[in-house]
């Protein structure tokens, strides 16, 4: 059996944290007078908490001290994590456990590629910390998505070529980082936004065996 390399964002993919992600960054934006929709938070999906920060500030044209903008940083964070903090195995995405569970049966290498310093606590919360081989996460990494540095790392640590990469992202950054990578890409959510992915699916509901044996397959 040919070995790939499955590479995996964790927030809006793995785990449903996204949604914690935007409610922290909506509360913080409002809370300086930015306003904030779901759309906005569309470009703030799999960037780097500080990258967030600064996108945030540029909207509403602030500047702050270096020790305003580390308050503001702590307390995204700390928002996020009481969320986090009550997070259970319920959070993990429809079908993630089966479509972990059929990559292992076939042998597949499998990496974490997060934008998040929080990813390795949240993975041994929703119990899913053994599943990777390889995690790169938001400690690891000097350069955001779309640069492809996180994916690149996760196929190092796999061993396996990145053109034998394949990435599954619900961010287009991500998205964009894998297809620099020259790995395949599928988007995980909305086809309209994620529209340079390989592939989109809405979720891995609609994501069957036979079509992951056939990424596995494909030479
Ligand atoms: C990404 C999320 O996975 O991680 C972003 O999509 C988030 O929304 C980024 O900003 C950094 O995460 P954290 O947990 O280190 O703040
Ligand atoms: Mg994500």
Request: hydrophobic share 40%; charged share 25%; proline share 3%.
């Amino acid at each position: 059996m040919p070995k790939k390399g499955f590479i995996f964002d964790l927030d809006g993919v793995i785990v449903d944290t996204a949604k914690y992600h935007y409610f922290a960054w909506k509360k913080l934006a409002e809370s300086i007078g930015v306003s904030f929709t779901e759309e906005d938070n569309e470009h703030l999906k799999g960037v780097s908490r500080i990258k967030s920060l600064e996108t945030i500030l540029q909207w509403g044209n602030i500047t702050l001290s270096d020790e305003d903008f580390q308050e503001l940083i702590t307390r995204k964070n700390e928002d996020y994590l009481s969320f986090v903090n009550t997070m259970t195995k319920a959070e993990i995405l429809p079908e993630v456990p089966r479509v972990f569970q059929f990559l292992k049966e076939q042998n597949q290498p499998m990496a974490l590629g997060s934008a998040s310093k929080n990813a390795q606590s949240i993975l041994k919360k929703v119990g899913l910390f053994e599943s990777f081989q390889t995690i790169v996460d938001g400690t690891k990494v000097t350069k955001a998505k779309p640069d492809p540095e996180v994916f690149l790392k996760a196929a190092e640590g796999l061993q396996v070529a990145p053109k034998d990469c394949i990435v599954f992202e619900d961010a287009l950054a991500g998205i964009q980082a894998a297809n620099t990578a020259g790995m395949l890409s599928i988007g995980i959510g909305d086809a309209v936004i994620l529209h340079e992915a390989n592939y989109v699916f809405k979720d891995f509901t609609e994501i069957s065996n036979e079509f992951l044996y056939k990424l596995i397959s494909a030479s």
